[in-house]
């Protein structure tokens, strides 16, 4: 079975560009979380969608977007990139909403903002 | 609020010694915790978890992980360190608010020389 995906693999944009992230999660999974992993650091969680609400919401700025589809894959937006938002991007996986399911990581999108 | 503090950024141990990473919990309710595993250029992996099973908790690759209420500990053990063992560690609490998201420790860096 194919695991998460996720694409690009790497991403350069200058600042005050806007980004868009995809994630596609494992076959049968409902719920998609997204963190950020600045080099150096422990990821940090930005969203989670289930069922195509949000569920949750880390501490991210207006800035920061997502959504998902009825496929369940899922976007993440930033919108006028800033340095700091340099970052390793990792989409989660999960078989439902709630706080005891396994979480499937994808391997990530490097972005890089110049 | 959950929280981890893993204590050591940086351990280095010999091919075949024991490793011991180590890993301080907070949280105001039962917790689940994690142990996952980040290799370079990969996605990450889940070692362990504790879900107020057994006390004492067996993952892959020959890690386990014991669960100390008295000291909220979730130290990482492995009998002897293999050179594949070489990546970075992050000790996880879950939220159990709500969403399903996951808080990371700031990451131990495991090195094994030959």
């Known amino acids: 079975d194919a695991g998460v995906t996720q694409s690009p693999t790497h991403l350069i944009k200058t600042r005050g560009q806007q980004v868009t992230l995809r994630c596609s999660p494992i076959s049968g999974h409902k719920s998609v979380s997204w963190y950020q992993q600045v080099l150096g650091q422990g990821p940090q969680f930005i969203f989670q969608y289930y069922e195509k609400e949000e569920r949750g919401r880390g501490n991210f700025p207006d800035r920061f977007s997502a959504r998902q589809f009825p496929n369940y894959s899922s976007e993440l937006n930033v919108n006028a990139l800033l340095l700091g938002d340099s970052a390793l991007y990792l989409c989660?996986?999960?078989?439902?909403?709630?706080?005891?399911?396994?979480?499937?990581f994808g391997p990530g999108t490097r972005l890089t903002v110049t | 609020a959950q929280s981890v503090t893993q204590l050591d950024s940086h351990v280095s141990v010999s091919e075949g010694t024991p490793v011991l990473l180590r890993c301080n919990y907070s949280s105001s309710y039962s917790p689940s915790l994690f142990w996952y595993v980040q290799h370079p250029n990969k996605g990450l992996q889940l070692l362990l978890k504790?879900?107020?099973?057994?006390?004492l908790v067996k993952g892959i690759n020959g890690f386990e992980a014991e669960f100390k209420k008295s000291e909220t500990s979730f130290h990482l053990t492995k009998p002897s360190a293999h050179m594949s063992d070489a990546a970075e560690y992050f000790c996880v609490v879950a939220d159990q608010t709500g969403a399903n998201n996951l808080f990371f420790g700031t990451g131990t860096r495991l090195t094994v020389i030959p």
């Open positions: 989660a996986s999960t078989l439902s909403g709630g706080p005891f399911y396994e979480q499937y």
């Open positions: 504790y879900t107020s099973a057994a006390t």
